[in-house]
């Protein structure tokens, strides 16, 4: 069974940071690409950021661009998203997704408020 636990969510003010944690289980990242959606209130959930399989990125939103980093430990079977400058747009929650193009399992989520 896939299973996604993110962490590391929270307020922080403007161009503060914060750094997500997932932990997966259920599958290898050889299996699946992993990464990060987001949904803020009254809007369809974005994709972030996805990470293919073998290792390479596979897609980053132009809107974090500069700004947020995702990187893995394979051995921990834990992916993060690193989130510098954060701005009150970036206030959602963050679900962490895996997948063929992180589109088939998602975790419970993660809110992140930035104030300004």
């Known amino acids: 069974e896939v299973q996604l636990v993110e962490s590391g969510g929270g307020l922080v003010q403007a161009g503060g940071s914060l750094r997500l944690s997932c932990l997966a289980s259920?599958?290898?990242?050889?299996?699946?690409?992993i990464g990060w959606v987001r949904q803020a209130p009254g809007k369809e959930r974005e994709g972030v950021s996805c990470y293919s399989a073998s290792g390479n990125l596979t897609y980053l939103s132009n809107s974090v661009k500069g700004r947020f980093t995702i990187s893995s430990d394979n051995a921990k079977n834990t992916v993060y998203l690193q989130m510098n400058n954060l701005k009150p747009d970036d206030t959602a929650v963050y679900y962490c997704?895996?997948?063929?193009?992180?589109?088939?399992?998602w975790g419970q989520g993660t809110q992140v408020t930035v104030s300004s």
């Open positions: 259920g599958f290898t990242f050889d299996d699946y690409a």
């Open positions: 997704a895996a997948g063929s193009q992180c589109a088939d399992y």
